[in-house]
């Protein structure tokens, strides 16, 4: 079926021992070595990869020919790194490289049988529930409380005996008890996350677990039609995640700074003249509106959201403008990528790279039913997830996608959990529900609609001069109508709204807790 995947994970298991791995596959060879010590398992580093090897022949090669400075700076600082989607700036050049050699397998790994996936995700459970059990302070006193040994985590079923982690318990015991013996920030590849509360966790990713979830997403980029040669650009939030495309602008990838004038945006638009373009749903709008407004042509041929929750009529609206098709992305900054959409716009889970699992009352859903993702990192080994909470909702599907591709299908993600508000009766009210009403307000700039108590609504309103008293009574007519009886609404006008942090903007919060799982949405 899939022999080379089980050498690899074979070959990852094993200690005390120098490994060479030839990774050959159409045009792509990798020879690397790496050094694992003896007793913890711990992975030093790649010494020797092809990234090193192919940079230092090119940096020889342009110094025989007397050309320094500029062109040799910008190689050193990664700018040569051509395939796009690879290069997010947090992560360093060589798992990005190392990546190459794993698309193979990522690849096969789509059209592998069930049976073969759950073995592959079983043994890696293993090795996973062990390592952390034996390496972060975290898991040890879970497993401990829990009365379980890792030794009796052998199969898929035997993981509903792990307590669910959640995301405060992490950052409370970060980097100390959350981080695995052996690794640091120096070592290990940082990601941010930014919850409901705009607090941020930084999450480390082992190299060699940030290679082969890197090698996941490029066969999710692989899937949608995205090749090296197309002009790739993505809309930026961060000026330093802009900054890092920026040095690289001489190749095929290029970053964009959102929030700018309309004519501007999309005069730049029109000047880097995108194949494929990417960002947050709430930014595509944002353009898609500016060029709307503005009239002047932008024809991406392929438009990839991701970040943030994608609503239908965020798809629809920008779909309408560019006159293209959109592919989602789910992904976590603890998982790297969860799920994606194919050709066919069925949204596939990435089972090699996580066990992504649907519960309700701690009990899986039955597919087509609506349950809380709960996620396990089956590769880091820096910060190891295992049952972790994301906070999201979504509904599994038993479906089979016409693609071929034997991944199993995720039917809908409903949005992070406080973007639902909840009404005194315990109703789920969906942000959709509500936001609808502000897209069909013509003049507004931006809305936020805060739930602060069980009974108390804030919409904040950036409001264009032309929004007249009458349709924002009529707007605010509707919320309440949307929200139910019980619920106080209030409108402010505000001049600007914050980002909840790192970029994700989000336009219904509700800081109403309630366990999602066991409720009741109204639609
Ligand atoms: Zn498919």
């Not at 090119?58 to 062109?71: D, E, K, S």
């Not at 932008?298 to 798809?315: A, Q, V």
């Not at 406080?418 to 502000?438: K, M, N, Q, W, Y």
């Amino acid at each position: 079926m899939c022999p080379s995947a089980e050498i690899t994970a074979a070959v990852l298991v094993s200690q005390d021992s120098l490994v060479f791995r030839a990774a050959f596959s159409a045009q792509i060879l990798s020879v690397q070595s790496s050094f694992l010590r003896s007793g913890s398992s711990y992975q030093v580093g790649q010494p020797v990869s092809l990234y090193r090897i192919l940079k230092k022949s090119l940096l020889r090669l342009l110094a025989a020919m007397g050309i320094t400075g500029a062109i040799t700076g910008s190689i050193n600082q990664g700018a040569w790194r051509v395939f796009p989607g690879l290069m997010l700036p947090d992560h360093g050049g060589e798992s990005m490289w190392n990546a190459f050699a794993y698309v193979p397998l990522a690849y096969k790994m789509q059209y592998a049988s069930q049976d073969y996936v759950k073995r592959f995700q079983e043994k890696r459970l293993r090795y996973i529930a062990d390592f952390a059990y034996r390496n972060t302070r975290l898991y040890k006193e879970k497993f401990r409380n829990a009365g379980i040994k890792p030794g009796e985590i052998r199969t898929l079923d035997d993981l509903k005996k792990i307590p669910i982690t959640s995301k405060a318990e992490v950052k409370e015991g970060y980097p100390s008890r959350s981080v695995a013996a052996g690794f640091s920030e120096q070592n290990c590849v940082i990601e941010s996350t930014s919850g409901a509360s705009g607090s941020v966790l930084r999450v480390l990713h082992d190299r060699y677990a940030a290679t082969r979830m890197r090698a996941v997403s490029l066969r999710t980029h692989l899937a949608q039609g995205v090749r090296p040669w197309h002009k790739f650009c993505i809309l930026c939030r961060d000026p330093e995640e802009f900054q890092e495309y920026e040095k690289m602008s001489l190749l095929r990838t290029q970053g964009i700074m959102e929030g700018r004038p309309d004519t501007e945006l999309v005069e730049e638009m029109q000047k880097e003249y995108p194949y494929i373009l990417a960002g947050h749903p709430s930014a595509m709008v944002a353009l898609a509106r500016a060029v709307e407004k503005t009239g002047l042509p932008c024809t991406p041929r392929m438009i990839l959201l991701g970040g943030e929750l994608s609503l239908p009529w965020h798809r629809t609206y920008i779909e309408k403008i560019f006159q293209c098709p959109t592919y989602n992305k789910y992904g976590a900054y603890e998982m790297i990528s969860i799920a994606w959409e194919c050709k066919y716009h069925t949204m596939h889970i990435d089972a090699d790279g996580g066990i992504v699992e649907f519960l309700k009352d701690g009990e899986p859903v039955a597919p087509g039913e609506r349950g809380e993702i709960v996620v396990t990192n089956l590769w880091n080994r820096a910060m190891p997830f295992i049952r972790y909470r994301l906070q999201d909702i979504g509904i599994p599907s038993d479906e089979v996608c016409q693609c071929g591709r034997t991944l199993p299908v995720l039917k809908e993600i409903e949005g992070r959990c406080d973007d639902f508000v909840v009404s005194p009766s315990g109703e789920l009210i969906p942000p959709t529900r509500l936001i609808a009403h502000f897209f069909s307000t013509p003049h507004i700039r931006q809305f936020r609609v805060t739930q602060k108590t069980l009974d108390y609504i804030i919409v904040q309103l950036i409001p264009h001069q032309l929004l007249t008293e009458n349709m924002e009574n009529q707007l605010m007519d509707n919320i309440r109508k949307a929200v139910g009886q019980g619920i106080t609404v209030e409108l402010e006008r505000v001049d600007s709204i914050p980002e909840t942090g790192r970029g994700k903007f989000r336009t219904v919060i509700s800081h109403v807790n309630v366990d999602l799982a066991s409720s009741r949405a109204t639609y």
